[in-house]
């Protein structure tokens, strides 16, 4: 597949100032989205926490010979949706690592114990058992995707995901946190993001900030994305997602995007973007995350009210009615929506009949989450 080069002659020409590059994504998320900021209420569910990468900052993978290396059963899948369900929850995130045994006999020995020679044959049946015995919405955060992959994936997945990261090749040299991860080859990650959207999917992407990218390279990769969906239409959210550091990692040592790095990128991505996209940046990685609202997000992602954020254990989620509370003492109003945004859900063919019978189920007249469980409970 030939990938076209990010518009180098965009029309969007980001402000210098930093008051006048937030003023101006703030009016563009206002213009767009008003002032309703979203979140989806949901479980984590990692499927397996072994991988064919080592990335630098990744502390979710554990190496096959740890006693914490696992691929969940059913029963333990289940039983993680039942405990979402029973707090409100409309969602469940697969997330995984990427492709585990196309390295490790630990993983090929433990998908054969389950009846299965690839990951994500099994992540399909694991999605159509969350469909067939509960009532959340998979999502499935699984990296890179052959055409064939998400072709399996497609009819059992509301929608899916897979960060972008970054366009830098230069962070796959020996000793940056890319190397020797063949899954996070930029072009590989652009070809998932095609893939989907020739196969319209309902897709999350985003970058990671403060791995050793530059900006140029930041705004490369928004401008890649940006072109994905103007080719496709398929781009529901963007996140902006700052490195932190974490001790059992190789980039123990290294230094952490700032408030202000992380208020340009956001701000540069709501200006770059296609303004119907969802842009968003995760609560529970800065204590200072209500400052982001003034740089154009309109979403916090998922937070969940039972299981931790596996990817950064150490930082816990913020209580849902707090943050509500925050929000409108900011100016917005905290709702809850589903995994797919109400405007997939218009036709378009974005999602599978059976899985759409399910989302509109689920759905609000506004198309956001019917039962907004946050107002008013207690947790």
């Known amino acids: 597949m030939n990938m076209p080069m990010p518009d180098a002659d965009s029309p969007r020409i ?6 006048d590059l937030l003023g101006e994504a703030a009016r563009i998320r206002d213009t767009h989205w008003g002032r309703t900021v979203t979140y989806s209420r949901k479980v984590f569910v990692p499927l397996t926490n072994m991988c064919r990468d080592t990335c630098g900052y990744c502390t979710f993978v554990k190496d096959p010979g740890s006693p914490q290396a696992n691929i969940m059963t059913p029963d333990q899948v289940l039983a993680s949706a039942r405990r979402g369900e029973a707090e409100g929850c409309k969602e469940l995130l697969f997330s995984l690592g990427e492709k585990p045994e196309l390295r490790h006999e630990a993983a090929r020995a433990g998908l054969a114990r389950l009846g299965y020679t690839r990951m994500t044959a099994y992540l399909r049946d694991m999605c159509a058992l969350v469909l067939n015995e509960t009532s959340l919405l998979p999502h499935v955060n699984a990296g890179t995707l052959t055409d064939a992959e998400l072709e399996e994936l497609r009819p059992v997945a509301a929608s899916m995901g897979m960060m972008l990261e970054t366009v830098s090749r230069r962070l796959m040299r020996k000793g940056g946190p890319h190397h020797a991860c063949p899954d996070k080859v930029p072009l590989q990650r652009l070809r ?17 900030i403060g791995i050793g990218e530059t900006w140029a390279e930041r705004l490369e990769a928004l401008h890649a994305i940006d072109a994905a969906h103007r080719r496709h239409g398929h781009i529901q959210e963007v ?3 700052n490195f932190q550091r974490k001790p059992d990692i190789a980039m123990a040592n290294h230094p952490e995007p700032s408030l202000e790095d992380m208020l340009r990128t956001i701000a540069a991505a709501r200006i770059i973007l296609s303004p119907d996209i969802s842009l968003q940046a995760p609560p529970n990685l800065s204590a200072r995350h209500i400052a982001y609202l003034g740089a154009g997000i309109n979403d916090w992602g998922g937070i969940s009210p039972v299981t931790i954020d596996f990817i950064n254990p150490q930082h816990e989620w913020p209580e849902i009615r707090t943050l509500a509370a925050s929000c409108a003492e900011a100016g917005f109003e905290l709702r809850e929506r589903l995994t797919v945004y109400p405007r997939f859900m218009q036709g378009g063919d974005f999602i599978s009949p059976p899985v759409l019978a399910r989302v509109s189920a689920l759905a609000g007249a506004e198309g956001l989450a019917r039962d907004q469980r946050h107002i008013g409970e207690v947790q």
């Open 192 to 208: 998932t993001l095609d893939r989907a959207g020739l196969r319209r999917v309902p897709f999350t992407t985003g970058l990671l």
């Open 14 to 19: 980001l402000p210098q100032h930093l008051d």
């Open 239 to 241: 996140i902006i997602q």
